[in-house]
């Protein structure tokens, strides 16, 4: 078969393929209606005065990655799994401008299949004089345990380059206008993070590599042979 005739057939198989994806909904579940476990993070201003042209939002990404629970798009990257997820906006319950608060539930879904877990939640510092958002690099496992503190400084730039808080990593020599030092703080009282459910990508989805210890011994040799 020729290269002309594999393209033909790729052409008329690509839209059959596509139409024969099974796709689920992948609406997020009902809302727990009395959540319960909760992260109490505060943002604070280090200098107070930042508070004046300086606001913090906060967001959560709540996804799911069990198999059962998405479908296989072929035409999604030449072919990839889609999974529910979905990103919110959480609340700033604080009055004082200098220091954030918010509550990211754990529990914000409470599906026994298909449940939406909390994934990440990520903060913004936004200069409301220009509208410009510094994104912080924040919420890994490792900060979200109750009573860790996270600090970083947030540097905006007269242009249209990406804005960004730096805590994790140093701070690039470059032009700017203003850098806003911040801490970030998970309260003492905050729930423990649940403990995660493989997904489809996880080394316990994936056949063991057989080892020596594990692995059976060769047959003996036949004294005939």
């Not at 476990?37 to 943002?43: C, N, Q, Y």
């Not at 609340?91 to 918010?102: I, Y």
């Not at 009282?189 to 403990?195: F, K, M, Q, V, Y």
Request: overall charge negative.
């Amino acid at each position: 078969m020729n290269l002309r005739t594999w393209v033909w057939l790729s052409l008329l198989l690509f839209p059959a393929l596509a139409a024969c994806a099974e796709k689920k909904d992948l609406s997020p579940p009902p809302l727990n209606p009395h959540p319960k476990e909760a992260l109490h993070v505060t943002v604070t201003f280090d200098h107070p005065e930042d508070a004046k042209r300086y606001i913090v939002t906060m967001k959560a990404l709540y996804q799911n990655q069990q198999r059962e629970c998405g479908y296989f798009d072929p035409l999604r990257g030449g072919g990839s799994f889609v999974y529910p997820q979905g990103t919110f906006d959480i609340p700033n319950e604080s009055r004082d401008p200098k220091q954030a608060r918010f509550n990211i539930y754990l529990d914000r879904y409470n599906e026994d299949n298909c449940n939406w877990e909390l994934a990440a939640p990520y903060f913004l510092v936004r200069d409301t004089l220009t509208g410009r958002d510094a994104l912080g690099h924040w919420g890994i496992r490792g900060d979200l345990a109750p009573g860790t503190e996270y600090k970083a400084i947030c540097q905006f730039q007269a242009d249209d380059d990406p804005q960004s808080c730096y805590g994790r990593w140093p701070m690039p020599d470059v032009s700017h206008y203003s850098r806003v030092p911040i801490t970030v703080h998970v309260s003492e009282d905050s729930a423990l993070l649940r403990p995660r459910v493989p997904g489809v990508f996880s080394q316990r989805n994936f056949v063991k590599p057989v080892t020596t210890d594990t692995a059976p011994s060769p047959p003996a040799a036949s004294s005939g042979d």
